[in-house]
């Protein structure tokens, strides 16, 4: 993402939020625009270059400080810059997919060429994940010149190892047809979003294939250059089927704890981005099926 679609917003609606700031001035700590134990500019120098108020710009600070890339400055003095060691970034504490993915998908999108795979249940995730990115993109805050997503979901006729009922009382069939009927929505869903990027001249090419079992772990690929892994957890719960509440056990995808490894960091992390694109393109050219139009 540039700077200057970040900071374009002349006020308003299209002044970019505390977040999207932070996110900007991230991008530069961690590509050494911005050195460790620099003195980050002033907060009326970043107003300024951002166009918004001070009151944005010291809670996108307080956002770095969060994340461990700002320190104290001293009384009166910027904030100076921290750079976290590959050690540091390793002990960084997992969060669940709700709260993590959106950040990953958002830097992901910073790209010219953006490319995402991803193994899960349903794309419900993955789809409430891109709204963010795709607004930037509409509004003209970023622009990458392609799209490319790949999606992996269980069959159709599968007999899916969850959500299944947790009682006798409740209908299989019912189950699997609520399942199926999520699954089918988020990906329509998630290729009507996708391609109405062309509308801005983006090459976009998004493709759901199913796969003939149920995945027991999520994994969301970005750009050759992450994966972000998490455990589907099993729970016992009740769901609204066919207007009848009905106990079934199932996972919460959006509740699932998010794991990330970088291409660029440890050995180990390396290795498991490397090993991850190559399982999911083996799945992809081997035991992959499109998805027939008809869902």
Not at 31 to 58: C, D, S, W, Y
Not at 132 to 140: D, F, K, Q, S
Not at 276 to 281: E, L, V
Request: hydrophobic share 40%.
């Amino acid at each position: 993402m540039t700077d200057e679609h970040r900071g374009a917003g002349g006020g308003g609606t299209d002044a970019p939020s505390p977040a999207e700031v932070a996110a900007v001035l991230a991008e530069r700590i961690r590509g050494g625009v911005l050195k460790a134990g620099e003195r980050m500019p002033t907060q009326e120098h970043l107003a300024q270059e951002f166009h918004v108020e001070r009151r944005a710009i010291r809670q996108a600070l307080d956002l770095l400080r969060g994340d461990g890339l700002l320190a104290a400055g001293g009384k009166g003095a910027p904030a100076r810059v921290v750079v976290p060691s590959a050690a540091d970034s390793a002990l960084e504490e997992p969060r669940q997919t709700a709260a993590a993915l959106g950040p990953r998908i958002m830097e992901a999108f910073e790209a010219r060429r953006v490319h995402i795979d991803a193994i899960c249940l349903t794309a419900e995730s993955l789809t409430l994940a891109l709204a963010e990115p795709l607004r930037l993109v509409h509004t003209g805050r970023i622009c990458p010149q392609s799209v490319h997503v790949r999606v992996l979901v269980p069959a159709r006729d599968l007999n899916v190892a969850f959500p299944r009922p947790a009682e006798e009382s409740v209908d299989q069939d019912a189950v699997h047809e609520h399942w199926l009927s999520r699954r089918n929505a988020h990906g329509s869903a998630l290729q009507l979003s996708l391609q109405a990027l062309t509308t801005r001249g983006i090459d976009v090419d998004v493709t759901l294939r199913s796969l003939p079992f149920t995945p027991l772990t999520k994994l969301y690929l970005l750009n050759g250059t992450e994966a972000l892994f998490a455990y589907y957890n099993v729970k016992r719960r009740t769901e609204r089927i066919g207007g009848t509440p009905s106990p079934i056990f199932d996972a919460l995808g959006s509740d699932s704890v998010l794991f990330a490894f970088e291409k660029h960091g440890a050995r180990r992390d390396e290795a498991f981005v490397a090993q991850s694109q190559a399982w999911f393109n083996s799945l992809w050219e081997t035991l992959a099926t499109d998805i027939a139009p008809d869902g």
